[in-house]
């Protein structure tokens, strides 16, 4: 009895020692969360637990009733095809059932899908009951000799077959040569096929949820686009620029940002945060959002004010009319007169008419002078209502309106555009967060903080700020400036933009050494190239930037 255990000791450490390993792969198998990755580390942890030459691994596809192709690997042949290879395997699918809908026994990767069984083949060229032409036609184009095959169903926890691994050729762990697949082997491939089927279920079903919920935001951002047409080109834009200027924080080897370092986690949070850093604006009211002009409410009413100077003009006439009538006969004089007031009245209504247009126009900057003559005309005017009643020629909210300094927004409905970012912050906060995504709302809920702590809503300074968010509120302004689907402005040519960009530095708005890495790794141009038009781009073109070309 004790000799037989000697005998078989070497064989229990063997055993022992891959049973460890396959522990370890089902631990490492379950921290892979890249689909392709996940699928070719299984396939490599099978090869090497059964010391298979080589293997494939399918996907199985229920509706389209085929096992898909997705990785490929022979070390003898040096064949790596699938998963990170960047070659395509170039196979069919194995079909699960034949043209007259029988199922399809004769492939064992079929057989093995349909009925759930383990298919240990010593030998392809000696198995009976199983079609091998395609293997042998392999063979004879490589001069490969496929013999032993373990065939494993991979199951999830549902009981339903989502894959399969085929190994090929077992060789002996002495030797080298090509041998059957033990029944140790078997079991071993069983299990891992288990792990590997719930590592692949766990990957597919959290990259579902990832999709999902990444539609959840398209379809909130595409709601926000619905309700206006200038601010659903904003939602996608942002986070495109946020991505670019991380990525080159990311790639700087020296100055503060040199130990700044994103993993995969770190990017998806920042995307995730770009993608919603407006989702506040779902409630802002569209009538503010979609203000074209400063008259405008549902519709413009710098269309009203027309009406009031036709009146003005129709009343003037009046006045002429009644004084010729009034004069004598022989009286020339008096009547030319008359017509040359009403003319020179005529004149200055159709002056005024046209500078109240222009007026209602949004413009960055609005001179005093201007602001002067508007609250001058509306004191120049009167007009008479529908029931006789003497009227101010402009109400207090449209003189209010058409003195805005800035824009076309009132005070007042800027700072309804601005609690949109509370709403934003309120609406993210409230959300359960995973730990991967937990500052997802600092990210977005800071890209209107200054660093010199004048921003909103919370007034935080720099220092206060995570470098995410401080880059996400030059992406923001950057965008905004370059932006031409405004309703009140053209988007700013490259040098305009990168000019003011460049005050907002200066004035401690935007983080300097930020806005140095968007200059010097040039983000703009790639921003510029992806989505401006090429007369914004001016001359910045293939022209490397000096810093006297932006101010």
Not at 350 to 365: Q, W, Y
Request: overall charge negative; some cysteine; glycine content about 6%.
């Amino acid at each position: 009895m004790n000799m037989l255990v000697d005998a078989d000791l070497p064989d229990s450490r063997e055993l022992l020692r891959r049973l460890h390993e396959l522990n370890e792969i089902g631990i490492s198998l379950s921290r892979q969360r890249d689909t392709r990755r996940l699928l070719e580390a299984i396939l490599v942890a099978a090869k090497k637990i059964t010391n298979a030459d080589g293997g494939t691994l399918y996907q199985v596809d229920r509706e389209a009733k085929i096992a898909r192709f997705e990785i490929l690997l022979t070390d003898s042949l040096g064949i790596a095809m699938g998963g990170t290879s960047g070659t395509d395997v170039p196979f069919y699918p194995v079909r699960l059932y034949d043209q007259s809908g029988e199922p399809n026994n004769s492939m064992v990767v079929a057989y093995s899908v349909l009925h759930g069984e383990t298919v240990n083949i010593a030998d392809a060229y000696a198995a009976e009951g199983f079609d091998f032409s395609g293997t042998k036609s392999f063979d004879q184009k490589t001069g490969y000799r496929s013999q032993s095959f373990l065939t494993v169903p991979m199951k999830n926890h549902n009981d339903e077959i989502i894959g399969v691994l085929q190994l090929i050729n077992a060789k002996d762990r002495r030797t080298g040569s090509i041998v059957p697949f033990t029944e140790a082997d078997q079991q071993l491939a069983e299990s891992l096929a288990s792990q590997a089927a719930v590592a692949l279920t766990n990957s597919q079903l959290i990259n579902q949820l990832e999709n999902l919920f990444e539609s959840f935001i398209g379809l909130i951002n595409g709601a926000i686009d619905d309700k206006s047409p200038y601010t659903g080109g904003h939602c996608e834009r942002v986070p495109a620029l946020t991505m670019m200027l991380a990525e080159a924080v990311n790639d700087t080897k020296e100055g503060p940002f040199a130990n700044f370092k994103m993993t995969e986690k770190d990017r998806y949070e920042l995307k995730i945060a770009g993608l919603l850093h407006d989702c506040g604006k779902i409630t802002t009211p569209v009538h503010v959002v979609d203000k074209a002009t400063k008259l405008e409410t549902i519709f413009d009413r710098i269309a009203l004010i027309d009406t009031r100077f036709e009146i003005a003009r129709r009343d003037a006439e009046v006045r002429m009319l009644k004084q010729q009538l009034a004069a004598p006969e022989d009286a020339h004089g008096e009547r030319r007169l008359a017509a040359l007031e009403f003319e020179a009245i005529c004149s200055q209504i159709e002056s005024d008419r046209e500078f109240l247009r222009g007026a209602n126009v949004g413009t960055e900057k609005m001179r005093s002078e201007d602001q002067d003559r508007v609250r001058r005309i509306a004191k120049t005017y009167r007009w008479r209502d529908m029931f006789g009643e003497d009227q101010d020629f402009l109400t207090d909210d449209e003189l209010k309106n058409l003195t805005i300094s800035s824009g076309t927004l009132t005070q007042e409905e800027r700072q309804i555009i601005n609690h949109h970012i509370d709403v934003t912050i309120t609406m993210l906060e409230a959300l359960p967060w995973p730990s991967h995504l937990r500052n997802v709302p600092e990210y977005a809920g800071g890209h209107h903080e200054r660093m010199d702590g004048k921003g909103y809503p919370r007034g935080l300074r720099g220092e206060q700020m995570s470098v995410q968010a401080r880059l996400m509120a030059i992406a923001d302004i950057f965008e905004a400036l370059t932006a031409k689907d405004r309703p009140y402005k053209k988007g700013k040519t490259l040098g305009e933009s990168l000019s003011i960009l460049r005050r907002f530095k200066e004035n401690g708005h935007i983080d300097p050494d930020l806005f140095e890495v968007f200059m010097k790794q040039k983000v703009y141009m790639k921003y510029a190239h992806r989505f401006l038009d090429p007369e914004q781009i001016d001359g910045f073109v293939d022209a490397p930037i000096a810093s006297s070309a932006i101010g």
